[in-house]
């Protein structure tokens, strides 16, 4: 069983950056593809960002594209998303998944193993 806990959501400022932490315990997830998505109120879930194992291979949503970077230290078990130039839009629940495998067929469809309780990000215009 793999536990996952986002951290480093909060508040900030249109234009502002942000860098969010998925640790993971339990089994390892260093043979993971690993995955961000976000929920807004009232808007469905959807795919952010993804990396596979080791990290070779990343991938974006074209909301996010250019803005964002996500990265992994899996000595630690650690994924990070590094948003920057935030937008009032980019204000929704953050979560953090795991897949059983090193890759995936499609990282935006949702199809994880393990997902985080969340953190809440809030982008003020």
């Known amino acids: 069983q793999v536990h996952l806990a986002e951290s480093g959501g909060g508040l900030v400022q249109a234009g502002g950056s942000l860098r969010l932490s998925c640790g993971a315990s339990?089994?390892?997830?260093?043979?993971?593809?690993m995955g961000w998505f976000r929920q807004a109120p009232g808007k469905e879930r959807e795919f952010v960002a993804a990396i596979s194992w080791p990290g070779v291979s990343t991938y974006y949503a074209a909301s996010v594209q250019g803005r964002s970077t996500i990265s992994r230290d899996n000595a630690k078990n650690t994924m990070y998303l590094q948003m920057n130039s935030l937008k009032p839009e980019d204000t929704a629940v953050y979560y953090c998944?795991?897949?059983?495998?090193?890759?995936?067929?499609?990282?935006?469809?949702?199809?994880?193993?393990?997902w985080g309780q969340g953190t809440q990000v809030t982008v003020s215009s």
């Open positions: 339990g089994e390892t997830i260093r043979t993971s593809a």
């Open positions: 998944a795991a897949a059983r495998t090193p890759v995936m067929v499609d990282y935006s469809s949702g199809d994880y193993a393990y």
